[in-house]
């Protein structure tokens, strides 16, 4: 089995750089306790098993003090725009395919991540789209080299299709689940 890993991209998990949209709905202490809550449990769910690396790409320059768990290897995000930070963390790792997620999917498992992992082994590219039309997750397999993040309207309904738009005819490319992230009060999972 090809060398995985698994990135994901998190902020230091403290009030006022969290979840800002989410923060104005229920307010800045209880969006940073959901925050702080998703991510612990995600960490921990994904970390679990042995079928990947673990690194954690976080921002801001203060995170690399935040007391990241164990398997978890961490690093500092690039600078740029989401785009540049995706590309610059996808090929950050080149051993084997590489799959990267938000720190805001509540209902992620390992299984979600090993469909991914197994989606790259037949394409270019995998993505896990979201109901908002964005996505959850990106992966490349260790032989893509292109940039499909350049012309992509992030944070709004279309910036799935954007980055789709993005890849040169005849790229494969897989998906993955649906999921939900949360941006929104509206998105939280119902108690």
Same mark, same amino acid.
């Given at each position: 089995?090809?060398?995985?890993?698994?990135?994901? %991209? *998190?902020?230091?998990?403290?009030? +006022?750089?969290?979840?800002?949209?989410?923060? &104005? /709905?229920?307010?800045?202490?209880?969006?940073?306790?959901?925050? #702080?809550?998703?991510?612990?449990?995600?960490?921990?769910?994904?970390?679990?098993?042995? &079928?990947?690396?673990? !690194?954690?790409?976080?921002?801001?320059?203060?995170?690399?003090?935040?007391?990241?768990?164990?398997?978890?290897? %961490?690093?500092?995000? @690039? #600078? +740029?725009?989401?785009?540049?930070?995706?590309?610059?963390?996808?090929?950050?790792?080149?051993?084997?395919?590489?799959?990267?997620?938000?720190?805001?999917?509540?209902?992620?498992?390992?299984?979600?991540?090993? @469909?991914?992992?197994?989606?790259?082994?037949?394409?270019?590219?995998? %993505?896990?789209?979201?109901? /908002?039309? +964005?996505?959850?997750?990106?992966?490349?397999?260790?032989?893509?080299?292109?940039?499909?993040?350049?012309?992509? &309207?992030?944070?709004? $309904?279309? *910036?799935? $299709?954007?980055?789709? @738009?993005?890849? !040169?005819?005849?790229?494969?490319?897989? %998906?993955?689940?649906?999921? &939900? /992230?949360?941006?929104? *009060?509206?998105?939280?999972? *119902? @108690?």
């Amino acid at each position: 089995m090809a060398h995985r890993t698994l990135i994901i %991209f *998190a902020k230091t998990p403290r009030q +006022g750089l969290v979840k800002s949209r989410l923060a &104005r /709905d229920i307010g800045a202490g209880a969006a940073t306790r959901w925050y #702080r809550q998703n991510l612990a449990a995600t960490l921990r769910r994904l970390g679990l098993t042995k &079928r990947w690396e673990c !690194r954690i790409i976080a921002a801001p320059h203060h995170a690399a003090a935040w007391p990241w768990p164990k398997p978890w290897r %961490f690093s500092h995000q @690039a #600078r +740029g725009d989401l785009g540049q930070r995706m590309l610059k963390a996808l090929r950050s790792a080149t051993k084997g395919p590489t799959v990267l997620i938000g720190s805001d999917i509540p209902g992620i498992e390992p299984q979600h991540i090993a @469909a991914a992992f197994s989606a790259l082994e037949r394409n270019d590219a995998v %993505f896990g789209p979201s109901a /908002d039309g +964005g996505y959850w997750l990106v992966g490349f397999s260790p032989l893509y080299r292109g940039n499909p993040f350049t012309d992509v &309207r992030w944070s709004t $309904e279309w *910036a799935l $299709e954007d980055t789709l @738009a993005g890849f !040169r005819p005849g790229t494969m490319i897989g %998906f993955a689940a649906e999921m &939900r /992230d949360v941006d929104e *009060a509206s998105d939280l999972p *119902a @108690a």
